[in-house]
């Protein structure tokens, strides 16, 4: 399995400004996920990150509320831009390890809990 | 419409006693792959057990065990001897052929009682 870091593992921001969560992984990885998870709730997919190409983006999710980047085959960032409320959430970001005709598994990183005040 | 539905929102069991987390899911795609996570109260999500749905037998992997009914399209997880630290939010997902995202269920939250 990968170990994946991410970074912060919590903060509390104003309202308005940005957080930009860093992930990296122990090896190569091709795909990247970002998901988030709001109070109570479920994970909800945000967007795929490959590096070399933009990110796509899920239904709900867009470029300028959350720009991703994907420099190179271990690193991934997610910013949550001009934050409100709504942004509180756990943000986790995941990487596929292949199991060659097994199928594939995703690991996930400890996640960053966002609290906006 | 709910891919992935896990009907116990919470579950209380007595320590070492064995417990059966329902998941069933929806999906016309012969070809697919059923996870299930824990997730702590730190909030990380922790991978515990996969089955393709190709696989003849129920995955295992130490204490925990998937009741693959392909039929019924359900995907129980079993966990044997349970634990205080197995107290948590455990989640059920699906990846469906060609897609590598995974669509999770709502979570079933477990306490084990001493």
């Known amino acids: 399995s990968a170990v994946i870091s991410q970074k912060p593992s919590r903060d509390i921001c104003q309202r308005g400004t940005s957080l930009t969560i860093q992930c990296q992984v122990d090896s190569q990885v091709t795909m990247m996920f970002w998901y988030r998870q709001q109070p109570g709730q479920s994970l909800t997919l945000i967007a795929t990150?490959?590096?070399?190409?933009?990110?796509?983006?899920e239904s709900g999710f867009v470029i300028d509320k959350f720009p991703i980047s994907r420099p190179n085959l271990t690193f991934s960032t997610l910013t949550v831009s001009n934050m409100s409320p709504e942004d509180s959430s756990i943000y986790l970001c995941?990487?596929?390890?292949?199991?060659?005709?097994?199928?594939?598994?995703?690991?996930f990183g400890a996640g960053t809990r966002l609290s906006v005040l | 419409a709910q891919k992935i539905t896990q009907t116990q929102p919470g579950m209380f069991v007595q320590e070492k006693e064995a417990v059966t987390l329902d998941c069933t899911y929806d999906t016309s795609d012969p070809s697919y792959g059923l996870f299930w996570y824990k997730q702590p109260s730190s909030g990380e999500m922790i991978f515990l057990i996969y089955q393709g749905s190709y696989d003849q037998q129920n995955a295992t992997e130490g204490r925990y065990s998937l009741n693959f009914q392909k039929a019924r399209k359900s995907a129980n997880l079993v966990i044997s001897a349970s634990q205080l630290g197995d107290s948590a939010m455990y989640f059920c997902?699906?990846?469906?052929?060609?897609?590598?995202?995974?669509?999770f269920g709502q979570g079933t939250r477990l306490t084990i009682n001493p």
């Open positions: 997902a699906m990846r469906e052929k060609g897609a590598q995202k995974l669509v």
């Open positions: 995941s990487v596929v390890h292949f199991l060659g005709t097994e199928g594939n598994i995703q690991y």
């Open positions: 990150a490959n590096q070399g190409s933009e990110a796509t983006y």
